[in-house]
């Protein structure tokens, strides 16, 4: 095999990464490097370094560490029966391209991962190394994402754990007889285990022990997992009730979705679809209001037979449509938990009702003030001088909502 | 009429200086002629104020100080008039800070999200190149950016706190900030620097053309969070029209290409992969017991989490059987690990119980809950789930062959003894039953379910005391 330059290498390896969708970098302890002997710092929220066309937030060095990979997972541009071009960083190259992209503000941090090669076990080791070696030899207080390997072993877990901000594991499809139908060689009961074994170590780090002393930290910013939609059948409600189990199990900060799209030299057992990224959007959406609206998952998705979610308005909007008899909701007077309800209400903007209805009676216009979408709120509130009337109740309300049909491309 | 003076540089305390002098003054908005910069005098020195006479202190609601401190860099030349009216009409009304629905207030709140949004455009955008010996202790860096606001200041200590490693200076049109061997200074702005050319824009190109996925294109998400006014100072935008032009003749070579057949490796490599490493035992061991509740775990019913088997050695003479998993044991496939683990872990270890020697199970092998918003509710097992599950204790007791079982709980005793009646008067006393002696006690939850600290104290007693009991029939049982 001839040997690849750095600049090939670096091509063939991000092409490769690109189909994980997490590029967070927010949420881990604060650090900084005054001191002078150090680089990096990370204060809370992520940074978006820059965007790509496809509209991708690019905060991390996303990478593998090798495309080559014993297993043969149907969705996967790596899997084994791929005519990908294969390639593989050596540890010193990751930790060199990591430190230069950061010390010129291209980014916050590494994103690790890696395609299986000879055993799990040897693939963590070579990324523990490497994130080992950026924080104990350079010193680096930046964002580190390490992507753990279910079968490795949990002592590299821990390991790993320690050096990075963020760990995750990917569920990678909603269901198990999935997984099983496209990923032969992964096994959901033990992804599943490994998560677990995660949040047991997150959840240890909380607790300080009969000195007060705290335990080292572990993946500071928690773990998230990723599900592939489109790619097997499953309806948005099993997705989404997926989500809620891993969510509640697991403790997990994110559910990561991402729509199937084509990648080169796809296999034969999946179609090559347009990626539905409308239905990417809808389930983000729907996972937002379980998470900060207090939505159940049934509500959600009881809005529709097939149990997926109305493609064409968002699903809070969906959900108001349906209950009309809880509308229209007095900004003046209502809960916390019924404004969160209206459409076109965000949690600022019921923060900002909340502490400025203390001062004043709300009008239509105050609400527009505070952040409110009115063009969508406006058959769902009451305010001052301001009723929908008979809007709430009309019969051609979800078609104002609705965007026209759209005439089909007709090449 | 005053006419304040505020200096370019330090300018949010120069007007919280200067603010605070005018208000304890009682000097009304509209006597106030604020000006900006421009003069030398104005840069260096605070501003001139005649003596003014002071009345009683100032109070100013703690939200005020820091949107005034973030006001204080816009570029729109009446944002110090705008944050004075509102400074002069908190000190009637204190509570106004929260009442977002106030046109000034509102009109304030947009010019400090667009400090902030430009503070968090710079912190994201300036691109540094190296201008000095990528060899030397401290490497040297240099960057051009162009900001909206007067941002250069309070931006610098963040690039300080973060590249403190190495030396950096970053040009503006207003200001130019650097910081040499740990110390931020500041010199004139002037006009873009010739930078020399950085061979790590070229990997770093190479990388944005790679990460991005033709088959999503996405170009307004883009420009809106990376509008086109940063684009001539971000060495990657120039890439983009032309990842923009072939994005859909890429993403239809994909679709169109036909499958090709695997390279000759993939069948070897998975050929290996897929043989198993054992040969099928002839009866059935711990491992096809474990492997049976793997598979069963699989097709886990609703409501109820992974099979969980016991743990501990094969030879154990002591079989300890609880309740069923809990949260905490169906995360980690492991019994006994949660709270009442905790509890029962520290007990057996007062009452001479080697925990790591005894085998620990549960009687109902998967956890049953029901979900209430994020949270996993613990069911309890009804007879449904002790029939169902009895089949798997049976298994472990069949390969285990325990001197002494130690149930514990009501769940256990039903499954062991037949029956849960009267646990409390039964505790503490061994029964006979097909699978051999069984000791009977209570479940450690009950312990953690009993609401005053005393009762629970006094149960801990109890309870340590049974199995104080239960290890000393077993070391009878051994040495008879």
């Known amino acids: 095999m001839t040997s690849l330059s750095l600049d090939r290498k670096l091509a063939i390896l991000s092409d490769a990464a690109k189909y994980d969708a997490s590029c967070a970098s927010s949420g881990t302890s604060r650090r900084d490097s005054r001191g002078g002997k150090s680089l990096g710092s990370t204060e809370g929220s992520g940074i978006c370094h820059a965007y790509a066309p496809d509209g991708r937030c690019i905060s991390l060095l996303k990478i593998l560490l090798t495309n080559f990979c014993i297993y043969d997972c149907a969705y996967c541009v790596n899997r084994v029966s791929s005519n990908v071009e294969r390639a593989r960083f050596s540890v010193e190259e990751v930790v060199s391209l990591t430190l230069e992209f950061y010390r010129r503000n291209y980014i916050e941090g590494l994103f690790l991962s890696s395609g299986i090669i000879r055993s799990p076990a040897a693939t963590m080791e070579e990324m523990v190394r490497i994130a080992r070696t950026l924080r104990e030899v350079h010193h680096f207080r930046g964002y580190i994402h390490l992507k753990t390997i279910p079968d490795a072993d949990p002592r590299l877990i821990a390991e790993a754990g320690r050096h990075a901000d963020r760990l995750s594991i990917n569920v990678e499809l909603p269901t198990d007889t999935s997984v099983r139908a496209f990923a032969p060689e992964k096994d959901p009961e033990t992804i599943r285990g490994a998560m677990g074994r995660v949040h047991e170590a997150r959840t240890a780090t909380k607790d300080r022990s009969h000195t007060g002393r705290r335990p080292p930290r572990f993946a500071p910013a928690g773990q998230s997992t990723q599900m592939i939609v489109g790619a097997d059948g499953s309806n948005d409600a099993a997705i989404l009730g997926q989500s809620n189990r891993l969510y509640a199990g697991y403790g997990l900060k994110r559910v990561y979705y991402s729509a199937f799209s084509p990648i080169p030299d796809a296999t034969a057992k999946l179609p090559l679809i347009r990626p539905p990224l409308e239905r990417e959007h809808r389930l983000y959406q729907a996972d937002w209001l379980m998470r900060f609206y207090g939505f159940d998952v049934d509500e959600i998705t009881a809005a529709t037979p097939d149990g997926n979610l109305d493609l064409t308005i968002d699903p809070k909007l969906a959900w108001a449509l349906a209950h009309r008899e809880h509308f229209p909701v007095d900004a003046n007077r209502a809960t916390r938990e019924m404004l969160l309800r209206v459409p076109g209400f965000g949690t600022k903007t019921v923060g900002r009702i909340l502490s400025s209805r203390r001062h004043r009676t709300l009008g239509f216009e105050d609400l527009t003030r505070l952040g409110a979408l009115m063009k969508k709120a406006r058959p769902f509130v009451t305010a001052r001088g301001w009723s929908p009337g008979g809007l709430t109740d009309s019969a051609d309300l979800r078609a104002r909502f609705a965007p026209p049909p759209e005439q089909l491309a007709l090449f | ?480």
């Open chain 2, 1 to 480: 009429m005053h006419a304040v003076r505020m200096p370019t540089r330090g300018t949010a305390t120069a007007w919280r200086n200067a603010a605070r002098d005018l208000a304890r003054a009682g000097v009304p908005p509209e006597e106030v002629d604020w000006l900006y910069g421009d003069t030398e005098a104005g840069l260096f020195a605070a501003p001139a104020l005649p003596d003014l006479p002071r009345t009683a202190p100032l109070t100013v609601p703690r939200d005020f100080v820091p949107l005034s401190e973030t006001v204080a860099w816009h570029s729109a030349p009446d944002r110090f008039a705008r944050l004075y009216a509102m400074l002069w009409r908190l000190r009637d009304a204190p509570g106004l800070i929260h009442d977002r629905a106030d046109p000034d207030l509102a009109h304030l709140r947009r010019l400090e999200k667009s400090v902030r949004r430009d503070l968090h455009k710079m912190h994201a955008f300036v691109r540094f190149r190296e201008i000095g010996d990528p060899h030397a202790p401290r490497r040297r860096f240099a960057a051009w950016f162009e900001p909206d606001h007067h941002i250069t200041e309070p931006v610098a200590p963040f690039f300080a706190r973060r590249f403190g490693d190495m030396d950096w200076i970053i040009v503006t049109p207003d200001l130019t900030a650097r910081f040499d061997d740990g110390e931020i200074s500041f010199e004139p702005g002037g006009t873009k620097p010739p930078l020399p050319e950085d061979a790590t824009e070229e990997l770093w190109g190479t990388y944005f053309r790679s990460i991005f996925n033709p088959a999503r294109l996405k170009v307004r998400a883009m420009t809106s969070e990376m509008p086109r006014k940063y684009w001539k100072n971000l060495p990657e935008a120039g890439l983009i029209p032309d990842m923009i032009a072939s994005a859909q003749a890429r993403s239809d070579a994909m679709r169109a290409a036909a499958p090709t057949p695997a390279p000759k490796r993939a069948a070897r490599v998975l050929e290996r992969l897929h043989t198993p490493r054992v040969s099928p035992p002839m009866t059935l061991s711990f491992d096809d017991l474990r492997r049976k509740a793997e598979e069963d775990s699989r097709t886990a019913r609703e409501g109820y989490g992974r099979i969980v088997l016991g743990e501990g050695p094969p030879d154990a003479a002591l079989m300890i059987v609880g309740e069923q998993p809990g949260d905490v044991e169906d995360r980690e496939g492991r019994p006994f690990v949660g709270p009442a683990g905790q509890v029962f872990d520290r007990e057996a270890a007062l009452a001479g119980i080697d925990r790591g020697a005894a085998y620990v199970t549960n009687a109902v092998k998967q956890f049953k809950f029901s979900l209430r918003g994020k949270r996993r509710i613990h069911q309890s097992p009804g007879k449904g789930d002790i029939e169902h599950a009895r089949w798997w204790l049976d298994r472990e007791v069949e390969l285990i062959r325990p001197r002494l079982i130690l149930a514990m709980g009501g769940t256990a005793a039903e499954t062991l003894t037949g029956t849960r009646a009267g646990i409390l008067k039964r505790r503490g006393r061994i029964e006979e039953t097909g699978v051999g002696p069984v000791f009977l006690t209570v479940h450690p939850s009950y312990i953690l379910r009993l609401p005053d600290a005393a009762a629970q104290e006094a149960e801990t007693e109890t309870f340590r005391a049974d199995l104080a009991a239960a290890q000393a029939h077993l070391e009878e049982l051994l040495a008879a």
